[in-house]
């Protein structure tokens, strides 16, 4: 990692921040003043899109630390945000249980689901374990449809507390969370458990032979992942209002792995940058096809997907770095302009 | 602290055989390092040194014979439990976490030293976060004293092959070993890059008082600086001695030169 010109260290506490300058806590002020008005100048549409981007987010990062940082690929995250929605919303409804209560119980529900099918991952890697994530995509999306209590094909409607009908509350709600999980994720890959996870990316014998538990860590950062699938599918339950199979399918699992290819594995940066970027670009081209009508309700309907595919396909022929590998050139390059020595 | 421990071996190996299918690496291997003896092996290329460094980290399992560390049965570890132990090692095809930076490759390393786990990692406060900025501390030493500061903050993929070497020396010594495994540590480097590599396993071994084995083609350092020598050859032990009594070996000599005249 470079500093900004003229910042030096006096202490190994102060080196290994996230935040080094004035500069950059009055830009993070401004981002933070930015979000809690944002709600205010957005009308209800808009307002919708950046809830959901900020689910999504929560949701990508959990990826993130799982294939990103740790390497373990997988192709079910849908499936588990839809495993914390159905608990979340199964402990309010059935159970009785408070709000925040339910939404961590069904987190760590969700992690402990996380934990069993990350199992194979102690057995397999790479195009094996993609495959049986793939696997446990299909076999939770079937426990939705047959397990009883879940609704079957129809679904379940969530009991929304008063407070959360108005969209700008869930919006604080939502926004603070995805702000936390960010947080969290950082301070994950910038500590022990990170360090662990991309030694076993990188090389998996070499880091057993530095003492680290492999089963141990890879189950951790299925669990990890998971958890954060479980509070994103919570929060989503409570967006909608109400759940089926459909919203979790194999489809959104992989619009949440390009969105973390076109922002940079294994940066967190790079995870914000690739939701923003992909849920913007794709809403945004779904509302200007549907503005235009020569190309018909059929191509406006799915030009989000052939957009999506287009740059995931560019991201990996160009800057398979991703997002975050322009973000850091772009910041070198404005710390010593404009003095290029 | 203890007698027993002084006078008995830090490592002992009984009888290794190891084959992979009809080749056999090792046949019938006993060896064994003294508390503070830093032990050569040497022996020319396929000859089972390699093979032995991973039956002491247990990376491979011997079909027979027994490993013993500091009177501890260890043959049927797993890798990340003789780490924890005080083993730790080098790789003479170097093995690096290469995605991450100097700094982070030796934090890794230290996992087992940094007492929180991840959830307080995830907030970096109270126990987590002195324990960063300790093991930093800890880690930027053995960074000074290894002359590695200014590749500190680099990833290791942007990192010369000679420095990669010293770094994973350093990953091995950030883990306060009590038994240092060095697969030639000086292979594939020039000269200067030698000397270097000598004076810092030198230092190491005589300021930290560890034991050491060695695995090292170039005999002059070797005979420069081992307490003893082993000599395999086709996976069988042929001497072992003070590097005397291995310079004037007719087996050794043989065995080299042997080896030289084909
Ligand atoms: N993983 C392995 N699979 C098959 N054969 C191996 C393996 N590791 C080592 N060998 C064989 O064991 C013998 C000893 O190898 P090695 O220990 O690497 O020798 P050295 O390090 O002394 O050069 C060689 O014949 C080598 O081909
Ligand atoms: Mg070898």
């Known amino acids: ?341 | 602290m203890n007698e027993m421990a002084e006078n008995n071996a830090i490592l002992k190996v009984e009888n290794l055989e190891l084959s992979f299918g009809g080749v056999q690496a090792l046949k019938g291997v006993c060896l064994d390092v003294k508390q503070h003896e830093l032990l050569a092996i040497i022996g020319p290329n396929g000859a089972g040194k390699t093979s032995f460094m991973n039956c002491v980290n247990a990376f491979y399992h011997p079909q027979e014979g027994r490993v013993f560390f500091e009177g501890r049965d260890i043959t049927n570890l797993r890798p990340d439990q003789i780490s924890r132990l005080g083993v730790s090692r080098t790789f003479q095809n170097i093995q690096l976490f290469v995605g991450l930076s100097v700094v982070d490759n030796l934090m890794a390393a230290r996992h087992f030293k940094m007492n929180y786990n991840w959830l307080e990692g995830a907030f970096y406060f109270g126990r987590a976060r002195r324990a960063e900025v300790e093991n930093r501390r800890i880690v930027e030493d053995i960074i000074d004293l290894l002359e590695l500061e200014p590749v500190r903050k680099q990833v290791v993929e942007t990192i010369p092959y000679g420095l990669r070497k010293r770094v994973d020396l350093a990953r091995a010594l950030v883990q306060d070993p009590k038994l240092l495994l060095l697969d030639e540590p000086m292979a594939g480097m020039n000269a200067e890059e030698k000397e270097d590599m000598a004076r810092f396993i030198i230092d190491v071994y005589e300021l930290w008082g560890i034991s050491a084995v060695l695995v090292e083609h170039d005999m002059s350092v070797v005979m420069d600086i081992a307490d003893r020598i082993a000599v395999l050859d086709f996976g069988r032990e042929i001497a072992v001695g003070t590097p005397e009594e291995i310079k004037g070996n007719p087996k050794v000599i043989e065995a080299y030169l042997g080896k030289a005249a084909e």
């Not at chain 1, 919303?89 to 529900?109: M, V, W, Y």
């Open chain 1, 1 to 341: 990692m470079e500093l900004p010109c003229g910042v030096s260290k006096s202490t190994y506490a102060q080196d290994m921040a996230v935040i080094h300058t004035r500069t950059q806590w009055g830009l993070l002020g401004i981002l933070f003043a930015f979000l809690c008005v944002l709600p205010f100048f957005l009308n209800s549409l808009w307002l919708g899109i950046v809830i959901h981007t900020s689910i999504v987010l929560i949701a990508v990062l959990g990826l993130h630390i799982l294939t990103g940082l740790c390497g373990q690929i997988s192709l079910g995250q849908a499936a588990f945000l839809g495993v914390g929605a159905y608990a979340s919303t199964l402990l309010c409804a059935k159970l009785n249980f408070p709000l925040p209560i339910s939404i961590i119980g069904a987190a760590i529900f969700s992690g402990c689901f996380g934990i069993i099918f990350g199992l194979p991952a102690l057995r397999v890697k790479g195009f094996y374990l993609a495959m049986s994530t793939l696997a446990a995509q299909f076999i939770i999306i079937y426990l939705f449809i047959h397990v009883r209590f879940a609704g079957g094909s129809q679904g379940l409607f969530v009991p929304i507390p008063q407070f959360l009908e108005s969209k700008i509350n869930l919006y604080f709600i939502i926004m603070g969370t995805a702000v936390l999980a960010t947080a969290f994720a950082k301070n994950i890959s910038r500590t022990k458990a990170g360090r662990i996870f991309v030694a076993i990316r990188d090389n998996d014998l070499a880091a057993e032979v530095i003492g680290i538990r492999l089963s141990y860590y890879k189950l951790l950062a299925f669990f990890i992942c998971s958890l954060y699938a479980g509070i994103a599918g919570a929060l989503y339950s409570l967006y909608i209002g109400h759940i089926n199979y459909e919203h979790f399918s194999l489809m959104d699992s992989i619009w949440y792995l390009g969105m973390l290819v076109v922002g940079g594995l294994g940066s967190t940066s790079g995870a914000v940058f690739g939701v923003i970027f992909i849920s913007l670009l794709s809403k945004g081209t779904s509302l200007l096809a549907a503005q235009m009508p020569i190309l018909g309700p059929q191509v406006a309907s799915t030009i989000g997907i052939i957009v999506f595919g287009l740059i995931l396909v560019l991201f990996l022929i160009f800057e398979p770095r991703g997002l975050s590998h322009r973000w850091e050139i772009f910041k070198k390059f404005y710390r010593i302009w404009p003095f290029s020595y």
